[in-house]
Nanobody
Framework: EKLVESGGGSVQVGQSLRLSCAVTGFDINAYTMGWFRQAPGREREFVAVIARVGRTDYHDSVKGRFTVSGDRAKNTLYLQMNNLQTEDTGVYYC????????????????WGQGTQVTVSL
């Protein structure tokens, strides 16, 4: 199993980015897929999740701004991030688990290498 994130970069406050997570080795529709982020000096935190049945959930700080989705044909997970703020800065990771819905990092078994997102004024 392999997860490869892309799409990170440096943007200004209010701009948008779309992160991608290309998955090989398993079908994303059979797994619970999540996005996490880690800022310098802080623990990895939950951002968004899409469960096998399509249920989605978000950290309160990104609700209304971020959207998680999956493309079955491409076996790729996405995170559309709009109206980015400085506090969104960090390394973003996608993760997968065969377990049911969960938001804790230790719930997930497979991780990508991460992609850096930097938001500045």
């Amino acid at each position: 199993e392999k997860l490869v994130e892309s799409g990170g970069g440096s943007v200004q406050v209010g701009q948008s980015l779309r992160l991608s997570c290309a998955v090989t080795g398993f079908d994303i529709n059979a797994y619970t897929m999540g996005w996490f982020r880690q800022a310098p000096g802080r623990e990895r935190e939950f951002v968004a999740v899409i469960a096998r049945v399509g249920r989605t959930d978000y950290h309160d700080s990104v609700k209304g701004r971020f959207t998680v989705s999956g493309d079955r044909a491409k076996n790729t997970l996405y995170l559309q991030m709009n109206n980015l703020q400085t506090e969104d800065t960090g390394v973003y990771y996608c993760a997968a688990t065969f377990r049911a819905y969960g938001t804790g990092a230790n719930w997930y078994d497979h991780w990508g290498q991460g992609t850096q997102v930097t938001v500045s004024l």
